[in-house]
């Protein structure tokens, strides 16, 4: 798998329902962020949790991370049509060096 | 919050011609990227800057491309010699303590 894989690729619910995406990575990191994009637009951060951390919420974020899985996963709650959007994971390994962004999963909430 | 800029949002080139993507860093950063998206794809890393310096690149980033920042406040991405596939959307990134990303510059080759 490549730096950075999630899953599901896409993901359609009903609104008010929760959902849930995953991301897996191979190397160490420093760091893990989320980040929406909607089709076409910029990237906006969502939250960043550091390797010393489990769990971080923000809202209606949850993002845990698992760093002997390597994985982490991003709950949204109570969704909302307008949380429909790419969300994508980005992994940083520290010391100024690139971050390295997953696949993405395709969110679409439906009213 | 301090911001990332990025100018124009929209360019669209004839294949050939060089384009100059433009994009104003958070001013106290000192690390600074470049990140490009094919439509539809994965987010990748071009290159990182650093003390004027290219501190790293890509397999992407060929000759075709290059970065600079030529009055310490812009940091500048060119492509010499546009072809289709460059259509993307670039988005630069300064960092300090964490990441902050620009809005983007979609760019359109025709």
């Known amino acids: 798998s490549q730096q950075g894989e999630e899953d599901p690729q896409a993901l359609s619910i009903q609104e008010g329902e929760n959902a849930t995406m995953n991301c897996s990575y191979k190397?160490?990191?420093?760091?893990l962020q989320w980040y929406r994009q909607n089709s076409g637009r910029g990237l906006v951060h969502l939250i960043l949790i550091r390797s010393n951390e489990r769990e971080k919420h923000s809202g209606r974020l949850r993002v845990t991370l698992d760093t002997s899985k390597k994985s982490s996963s991003l709950l949204i709650t109570a969704s909302r049509a307008a949380d429909t959007a790419s969300y994508f994971c980005?992994?940083?390994?520290?010391?100024?060096?690139?971050?390295?962004f997953g696949t993405g999963t395709k969110l679409q909430v439906i009213p | 919050e301090p911001e990332v800029t990025q100018t124009p949002s929209h360019q669209v080139t004839q294949m050939g011609q060089e384009v100059i993507l433009r994009c104003v860093p958070i001013?106290?950063?000192?690390?600074f990227y470049w990140y490009r998206q094919i439509l539809g794809q994965k987010v990748e890393f071009l290159v990182s800057?650093?003390?004027?310096?290219?501190?790293?690149k890509s397999e992407i980033f060929d000759d075709q491309f290059s970065v600079e920042r030529p009055d310490g406040s812009n940091f500048t991405l060119k492509i010499r010699s546009t072809k289709l596939e460059d259509s993307a959307m670039y988005f630069c990134a300064s960092m300090d303590y964490g990441y902050t990303f620009g809005s983007g510059t979609r760019l359109t080759v025709v």
């Open positions: 980005a992994t940083d390994p520290g010391g100024y060096q690139k971050v390295t």
């Open positions: 800057f650093y003390n004027n310096e290219i501190s790293e």
């Open positions: 001013s106290n950063h000192l690390y």
């Open positions: 190397t160490s990191i420093n760091n």
